[in-house]
Structure formats: C-alpha cells, structure tokens
C-alpha cells in the first residue's frame, strides 16, 4: 500500500491564484480529513469527509473548498491565494474502526 | 473546547538515556489518544493509539501510558538512540456523540539525541 499521497510537495502561489492539492489514499478509508501547520499553532482541520459524496467544515475552513468523488481523493481547492495561507498542508485518512489516524507526507505552500 | 498541551517543547538527552515525554488534555472524555513522530520537512508518522479503555500501548522501545481521569498521557523512550531525533505529537480525540469526533493536536516536543 502506498499509504496516503499528496501532490504537489512544494508550490509557490502569487496572490490572488487558485491551484488544488492532490490527495489519495489506497486504504479504503472512508474519513478523510485536511490539516494546515503553522508554527506555534499544532495542526488544525480545514475540512473533512465521511464518505463520497459527504463533506464538512473543519477549525479553519474559510478560503479553502473541498469535494469527494471517490472514496480515494479528496482534493482540497485554494479559491483565491492569500499570503495568510502559507502553510503546509497534510491530508489525512482514518480507519473506521480504531480510528486511527494516517498522514501524507505535506504540500509546502508558499503564498506571494 | 479541549486543549492539548506538551511539556517540555524541546528536550536534549545524551544518547542510551530512558526519557518521558508529556501531553496533557483538559476534557476527559476522549475516544483515543495517538502519539505521532515528525521529522524535519515530512509528514506525521503514527507511534502508538491508546483507545481510552485502556491503560497502555508498548511499541519496541516505546511505551505510552493513558490516565483519563487525569488527563495525562506519557510517551516513554527507552534507550534513546540519535535516530529518535524528531518532534513528537500527541493527538486526542473526544467522543463520537455530538459531533466531538475531532483530532485535537499539541504543538509538540522537539527530541535530540545526541551522541
């Protein structure tokens, strides 16, 4: 299994600009989730989803909007980049029985 | 609104030393409790879930304890190893009734280990 997968790894916005971050999971996971890091601040939930079709709004989810197709992505969609969004970015997958929780490896993004 | 909270935020330990690491929690009623590993740059790497009706979870050389009344969590690393060297999470996650099925994080404690 290749765990759950986030592209891209690095991207640098202009204020202003739209872009999506990729996420998938090959685990069959129906809960999926969206995290921002920020120094100082932990991890904060931006939206999450429990099951296709099903999505909802997390800690800190103005600015940000998200779909779910398929029970493997779930993309998340910056509308228009503010440099209060530099951040990076971790997507998340659950099991639905113990509950716990796996990571992707992060998109660190860099608004301008 | 839980809060989370780890002491110490940065920790120097000599390496073959045993350490605890701390998290704190104020609301009790909590599903789980899960300790991750972050390296520099890379993403969260699960170490060890404690569902709440249990008191302990061991790992290799790690081992997590639970008091729930208390609020505590401890991460214990035994013999320490420079390769422990990461920022280690700890994440709570209340109840599944009410909608307080969220993942509360702290904001970590920085390990070296040094040789």
């Known amino acids: 299994n290749a765990g759950v997968t986030q592209t891209p790894k690095f991207q640098v916005l202009k204020t202003g600009q739209s872009m999506t971050l990729q996420c998938a999971q090959d685990?069959?996971?129906?809960?999926m989730s969206w995290y921002r890091q920020d120094p100082g601040m932990g991890l904060r939930l931006i939206h999450y989803s429990v099951g296709a079709g099903i999505t909802d709004q997390g800690e800190v989810p103005n600015g940000y909007n998200v779909s779910r197709s398929t029970t493997e992505d779930f993309p998340l969609r910056l509308l228009s980049a503010a440099p209060s969004q530099t951040s990076v970015y971790f997507c998340a997958s659950r099991t639905g029985f113990t509950y716990e929780q796996y990571f992707g490896p992060g998109t660190r993004l860099t608004v301008t | 609104k839980q809060e989370v909270t780890q002491i110490p935020a940065a920790l120097s330990v000599p390496e073959g030393e045993n350490l605890v690491l701390n998290c704190s929690f104020t609301?009790?009623?909590?599903?789980?409790l899960q300790w991750f590993r972050q390296d520099p740059g890379k993403g969260l790497t699960s170490l060890l879930l404690i569902q709440s009706s249990q008191r302990e979870q061991t790992s290799g050389r790690l081992n997590a304890s639970l008091d729930k009344s208390s609020g505590r969590s401890t991460l214990y690393i035994a013999a320490s190893q420079p390769g422990d060297s990461a920022t280690y999470l700890c994440?709570?996650?209340?109840?599944?009734?009410?909608?307080?099925?969220?993942?509360?994080f702290g904001t970590g404690t920085q390990l070296k280990v040094e040789l």
């Open positions: 994440a709570v996650r209340g109840g599944l009734t009410g909608g307080g099925n969220k993942l509360t």
């Open positions: 609301d009790s009623a909590i599903y789980n």
């Open positions: 685990m069959n996971h129906e809960y």
